[in-house]
Structures are given as C-alpha cells and as structure tokens.
C-alpha cells in the first residue's frame, strides 16, 4: 500500500462520498469526479455502469476521464500528450490487480456483472463492494498521476457537501 497523503487522502475521500455517511451519498463517478475537482454532471452518466448496468464499472471509466481532464492535450486536435498515455498505461496494468472482483463470473468490470452476486442492489453489503471499488480507482488515479511526475489536488470532503 502507498502511503504517499495525496494517494491515501483520495481514497479517503472518494469512500467518504460514496458511503454517504460523512456527506450524502454518490454516485461511483461522481465520487471520483468530486474527490478530484472535476465538473460532475457529465459522470452521472456512469451511474450503475451507464444507468443500465451494461457499461463498465462507472468508478474505472470515471478513473480514465479523470486522467483525462488532468493530463490530456486542452487541444482538442492536440495528439495524445505523453503524461496522458503514460498514465493511461500504468492505469490500466494496475487496474487487473487492484478491482476486487468478489464472486462475480467473467472476470469483466461490466456494472451487471460486478453486482449480480448481490441478491439486493440497494443492499449495504453491495455498497460496502461498489464502495472499496470507488476507493481502489481513487487512490490508483492519485497514484498514476504522482508517478507521471504530475502533482493532484484532492478536494477535502466537508460534512456540509449536498
């Protein structure tokens, strides 16, 4: 485990918007968009892996849009910078290793696939699963970032976020 503040700070962070116990509850990618101060109404979309639960897990695809806004080209016909590709590299060696998968068949991040070992969706012990997850990807967007030589601003969690 990487005991580096920023890492530890937004993982922290990240489960603490998730729970819902400090702050109301988030959503996975809005969590995640949050804990790094980005705008988060384009990560609703990642609810419950795109709103069906057919998509990918929304904490892994709002990890890579959070690299995105941090270390892409602000051109939109830039090419590809190379803190962004390296990162996107590292993110995804990593990623494998870091998403516990729980029980779930098929070794896939799709939503539906993650969370059908869970008889409820609504349930507290599929909260506490999605909820490590929204952390691991938290703290692994911190990691890759501050492995690229790049620094990231975690925004602190206040009790009063609504």
């Known amino acids: ?5 920023t890492i530890l700070a937004a993982k922290a962070g990240a489960k603490a918007r998730y729970d819902g116990v400090v702050t109301p509850h988030r959503s996975c ?14 990560y ?8 069906t639960g057919c998509g990918e897990c ?3 695809v709002g990890g890579r849009l959070v690299l995105g806004e941090l270390l892409g080209d602000p051109d939109p016909a830039g090419p590809v910078s190379p803190p962004l590709r ?7 060696a990593k990623l494998k290793g870091r998403v516990d998968r729980g029980e779930a068949q ?13 008889p409820d969706f609504r349930g507290p012990e599929r909260a506490a699963f999605c909820a490590q997850i929204v952390s691991e990807v938290a703290a692994l967007v911190a ?7 790049h620094t990231v601003t ?5 009790a009063d976020e609504a």
Do not use: K, Y
Not at 31 to 41: D, H, P, Q, S, V
Not at 44 to 51: F, N, S, T
Not at 143 to 149: P, R, Y
């Open 1 to 5: 485990m990487n005991n580096d503040p």
């Open 29 to 42: 990618g809005i969590a995640l968009a949050e804990t790094f101060g980005r705008t988060t109404a384009p």
């Open 44 to 51: 609703q979309a990642l609810r419950r892996g795109g709103i």
């Open 58 to 60: 929304g904490a892994v």
């Open 86 to 92: 390296g990162a996107m590299v590292n993110f995804e």
């Open 106 to 118: 098929g070794g896939d991040l799709i939503c539906n696939t993650l969370t059908a070992q869970f």
């Open 143 to 149: 990691e890759v970032v501050v492995e690229q030589g």
């Open 154 to 158: 975690v925004t602190p969690v206040a």
